[in-house]
C-alpha cells in the first residue's frame, strides 16, 4: 500500500536518479512506435511535395543567360510610375539586333496579378508610355484599325469566364473620344474576346459562345449534354445590322475536337468548348478564314452558304503537307490571317497547359495551293527562350520586306523577326523566368502607326524646385515651353517666355529657374513646328511653410492633442508590459516542495 505526502524537492531529486525498469520500458516501447510514424509523416510530406511542389518548380523558367529584369528582380511585372501621372506603365526590357526594333507604335493591353493598371497600352520603339486607359474590366484584343479613312483605337471590355468574355467592342478617334460600341445581334448576353476585325469593307467581324444543347456520346459525355456553341457574326458598324452569321454546330461534329471532355458538358454553366473560336479574317471573295484552337485547324468558310470549303488541320486536314508535317501540325493555335499569293499567318501554341513539356510555341507562314490541295511552309518564327504559350498569342506581317511581329500572348513578350526568321528585336514586360505563371499577358501585341490629339490638356506636378510634365496620348509634342505669369498685368493673364526643354519619355523632369519674377507659370506643349498644342493649368512654385499656419492656434492644438495621446498610448504599453513581466516571474518561481511517493517496501527504508 503507497501514500503521498509532502518531501522537499531535493529529496524527489534524488529518488529520480534511480532506475526505473517499467520507465526504461516504456521508452523503449515509445521509440520503436516513433520510428515508423517519423517514416511515415516523411513519406507522406515527400508524396505531397511530389504532387504539388514539384510541377509549380518545373514551371519556373531559369537560365543562364537571363538578365535582372527577366529574373524577377524589378518584379514579376516591371512597372513605372510618374508624378503627373496616377497610374503605372508597364516598364520593358528591349533586345535588338540587326536593324533593330520597328520605330511604330506597339498596343498592348496587360493583364495579370503582376498588372499595376492593366487596360490598353501605347509605347513608343524605346518602350516609353505613349497613353494608357485603366479600365476595371478585363481588356483584351487591342490594336488600331482603319475605318472610313480614319485610324481608330479598337479593343474588347467585358467580364472573362474561363477562356471566353461576355462584353462589348469599342472604338476611340484621335481625341481618345469613344464613336461606336458595337454589340453581338441576338440575346447572346454579350460579345466574345477573342476577335474584332474591320473589313475592308468596312464591317465588323467579331465572335460569340453560345451554350446550347447537343448529342456527346460520341465523345464518352451524356446523350443530352451541353456545348459552346461558336459563332461569328459580321456587322455593319454604323447600323448595327447583321450581314452574316455561322455556327460551328452546324458544319463541325464534337467528336473532330482535341480538348477532353472531363467533367464538362453536363449543364448549361459547364457546357463543354469543343470547338474554340479565336479569329476571324476576310479575304477579297468575301469568304472567311477561322481559327478553332480546339481543333488544331483552320477553316475557309462560303460567305453565300456559310459551308466549309477546306480545313487545314486536325483530324479533318484535307492539304497534303510538303514540309514533312511542319505546316500542318500546328495545335491549340491562335490569329489566322490571309496575305497575298494564298499565303497564311498564324501563332502555332503547341501547348495546352503546363503539361506539354516538349512543346513549343512558334510563328508560321505557310504557303497553300488551293485547287492542289497542299500546304508547304514558308518561314516559323522561334523565340530563343523556347517559349511554351499556353494560350493567345499573334503573328503581324509588319511590311512588304516580310518582317513579321510574334507576340507571344501568355507569356510577356514580343519578338520581330525577318522574313527569313532572322530575330531583330526581342521586347519583354514582364520577368520571363516566371512566364509560366501568366502573372502578366497580353491576348496580343501589335505595331502601328497612330496620331493621338487628346481633348485633356497636359498634367503636371510640381515637387521641390522641379516641375514634372506629360500629357496622356499627345504623340505630337517635341517640346515644353516654360512661360511665367506678369504679375503687373495680372488682369490680362499675360505670361512672359522663360525658357524651352525638349520633350523627354513620356514625362519631362524641369528644374524650375531660381529668378523666375513670379511664382505662378505654366507650360506650353509644342509641336515639331513650333506651335502650341495645349496649356497646363497655372502652376505655382513651392513656397515652403506657410507663416500664417504656423501662427494658427488651432494647429498647436492639434499637434500638442496629438502629442499627448501618443504619449499616453506608449506610456500605458509600458506600464502594461512591466505588469506582466513581474507577474510572469511570479509564475516561474520554483515550489520548495514537491509531491513524491512513498511505498510499504522501500528497501533503504528512506523517509
Not at 513519406?43 to 509549380?56: E, G, N, T, W
Not at 493583364?111 to 486607359?133: F, Q, Y
Not at 510563328?363 to 511554351?388: N, V
Not at 505563371?437 to 506636378?461: C, E, L, M, N
Request: charged fraction near 20%; proline fraction near 4%; hydrophobic fraction near 40%.
Amino acid at each position: 500500500m503507497s501514500s503521498w505526502t509532502w518531501a522537499p524537492a531535493c529529496f524527489r531529486r534524488h529518488f529520480s536518479t534511480l532506475p526505473d525498469p517499467s520507465l526504461q520500458s516504456k521508452s523503449r516501447s515509445r521509440s520503436s512506435c516513433l520510428i515508423p510514424t517519423v517514416a511515415g509523416v516523411s513519406v507522406c510530406l515527400l508524396y505531397l511535395f511530389y504532387v504539388f511542389a514539384v510541377p509549380q518548380l518545373l514551371r519556373f523558367r531559369f537560365r543562364l543567360d537571363l538578365s535582372p529584369y527577366d529574373l524577377g528582380f524589378y518584379g514579376f511585372g516591371p512597372s513605372r510610375s510618374y508624378v503627373s501621372l496616377e497610374y503605372e506603365s508597364p516598364m520593358v526590357d528591349i533586345t535588338e539586333w540587326g536593324s533593330g526594333c520597328d520605330s511604330r507604335y506597339t498596343f498592348l493591353a496587360p493583364r495579370g496579378d503582376s498588372v499595376a493598371h492593366p487596360g490598353p497600352v501605347i509605347l513608343d520603339a524605346d518602350g516609353e508610355l505613349v497613353w494608357m486607359k485603366y479600365n476595371w474590366d478585363t481588356t483584351q484584343d487591342f490594336k488600331v484599325q482603319r475605318y472610313n479613312g480614319a485610324d481608330y483605337l479598337t479593343y474588347w471590355e467585358g467580364t472573362e469566364v474561363e477562356s471566353r468574355g461576355y462584353g462589348s467592342w469599342y472604338m476611340l478617334d484621335s481625341t481618345y473620344t469613344q464613336k461606336y460600341q458595337i454589340s453581338p445581334v441576338g440575346n447572346f448576353g454579350g460579345g466574345d474576346l477573342h476577335e474584332f476585325h474591320i473589313t475592308e469593307q468596312g464591317t465588323a467581324l467579331v465572335t460569340v459562345y453560345d451554350p446550347v444543347p447537343a448529342e456527346l456520346t460520341s465523345i464518352g459525355g451524356p446523350e443530352l449534354g451541353w456545348i459552346l456553341d461558336c459563332i461569328f457574326q459580321e456587322i455593319d458598324i454604323e447600323t448595327g445590322e447583321l450581314l452574316f452569321e455561322w455556327r460551328a454546330s452546324k458544319h463541325y461534329p464534337v467528336k473532330s475536337t482535341y480538348e477532353p471532355l472531363n467533367a464538362a458538358g453536363k449543364d448549361r454553366n459547364h457546357a463543354f468548348d469543343y470547338f474554340h473560336i479565336n479569329s476571324v479574317d476576310k479575304d477579297e471573295q468575301g469568304n472567311y478564314l477561322v481559327s478553332a484552337r480546339h481543333l488544331h485547324a483552320v477553316s475557309y468558310i462560303d460567305h453565300v452558304t456559310g459551308d466549309v470549303l477546306w480545313t487545314l488541320g486536325g483530324k479533318l486536314n484535307e492539304f497534303t503537307d510538303l514540309s514533312n508535317g511542319q505546316a500542318t501540325n500546328f495545335a491549340w493555335q491562335h490569329d489566322a490571317r490571309w496575305h497575298a499569293n494564298n499565303t497564311i499567318t498564324l501563332f502555332d501554341n503547341a501547348a495546352h497547359s503546363s503539361s506539354d513539356p516538349d512543346s513549343e510555341s512558334r510563328g508560321l507562314a505557310i504557303q497553300l495551293d488551293i485547287s492542289g490541295r497542299t500546304a508547304e511552309l514558308l518561314a516559323e518564327y522561334y523565340h530563343p527562350q523556347q517559349m511554351r504559350a499556353v494560350s493567345q498569342g499573334n503573328v503581324q506581317l509588319l511590311d512588304e520586306s516580310g518582317r513579321v511581329l510574334v507576340g507571344w500572348g501568355h507569356s510577356a513578350a514580343f519578338t520581330e523577326y525577318t522574313a527569313d526568321g532572322d530575330l531583330l528585336c526581342d521586347v519583354h514586360f514582364g520577368a520571363s523566368a516566371f512566364f509560366s505563371f501568366g502573372r502578366v499577358v497580353s491576348y496580343r501585341a501589335s505595331k502601328g502607326t497612330w496620331v493621338g490629339r487628346p481633348h485633356t490638356i497636359p498634367d503636371a506636378a510640381v515637387m521641390g524646385d522641379h516641375v514634372y510634365v506629360s500629357w496622356n496620348g499627345a504623340t505630337e509634342v517635341v517640346a515644353w515651353r516654360l512661360e511665367v505669369w506678369d504679375t503687373r498685368a495680372i488682369e490680362d493673364s499675360t505670361f512672359d517666355v522663360i525658357a524651352q526643354f525638349a520633350k523627354t519619355g513620356f514625362e519631362t523632369e524641369i528644374e524650375i529657374p531660381e529668378e523666375l519674377g513670379s511664382p505662378l507659370f505654366r507650360l506650353a506643349a509644342l509641336d515639331a513646328d513650333g506651335k502650341v498644342l495645349g496649356y497646363t493649368e497655372v502652376l505655382q512654385t513651392d513656397q515652403g511653410a506657410d507663416v500664417d499656419e504656423l501662427l494658427d492656434l488651432h494647429n498647436w492644438i492639434v499637434a500638442a492633442a496629438f502629442i499627448v495621446g501618443v504619449g499616453g498610448l506608449l506610456l500605458g504599453l509600458y506600464l502594461c508590459c512591466g505588469c506582466f513581466r513581474i507577474f510572469s516571474r511570479r509564475r516561474r518561481r520554483p515550489n520548495e516542495y514537491q509531491l513524491v511517493a512513498f511505498g510499504d517496501n522501500d528497501e533503504n527504508g528512506s523517509v
